[in-house]
């Protein structure tokens, strides 16, 4: 198991790795203290933002010039999923979002996590925010899943519109 820290957070004693819950987990070598680290997935919501009939796609700064996708975020303590999608396609996009229907959950091991992914229609002037320097707007027949992350959300999607994701 790779150590993603090697003291306790509660009360600085080392940690080792033992079994728990039938896996290997980082664990407080006091035995006073308890602390087992669960390493669970973290929730990210993801929106297929349509905008006047078109897929909005981004381009986070950190990407490779050629990778584009989904608006994407965690979701925050106190939100539930629907607002935290739409929390997070107003502070990227600057669009005002509804809701139109839940695509599906997908699991992101590569990065311990947990997408929740929506359908959502916005209206308004796209502006993006300091993580996105470029969008793109695809006809949803043109749009076209690709592999991890949030392909499968795209292709679920598409297949959810009798549109062949392939």
Same mark, same amino acid.
């Given at each position: 198991m790779t150590a993603v820290f090697r003291y306790c957070p509660h009360c600085a004693a080392p940690l080792i790795d033992a079994e728990r819950g039938e896996a290997l987990r980082r664990v407080c070598t006091d035995e006073s203290c308890g602390y087992i680290h669960w390493n669970n997935p973290t929730p990210v919501v993801a929106a297929i933002v349509e905008h006047d009939g078109h897929i909005v796609l981004a381009h986070n700064r950190s990407w490779p010039p050629k990778w584009y996708g989904l608006i994407t975020g965690f979701l925050e303590a106190g939100e539930t999923p629907e607002q935290g999608v739409l929390r997070e396609v107003e502070e990227e996009l600057a669009l005002a979002g509804r809701? @139109? +229907?839940?695509?599906?959950?997908? @699991?992101? +091991?590569?990065?311990?996590?947990? &997408? &929740?992914?929506?359908h959502v229609r916005a209206e308004g002037e796209i502006r993006l925010n300091e993580e996105l320097d470029d969008y793109r707007r695809i006809a949803p027949e043109k749009l076209r899943p690709w592999p991890g992350g949030t392909g499968a959300a795209v292709a679920d999607w598409l297949r959810g519109r009798c549109l062949d994701p392939n």
């Open positions: 809701v @139109e +229907a839940f695509v599906g959950h997908y @699991e992101f +091991a590569r990065m311990n996590q947990l &997408i &929740i992914a929506y």
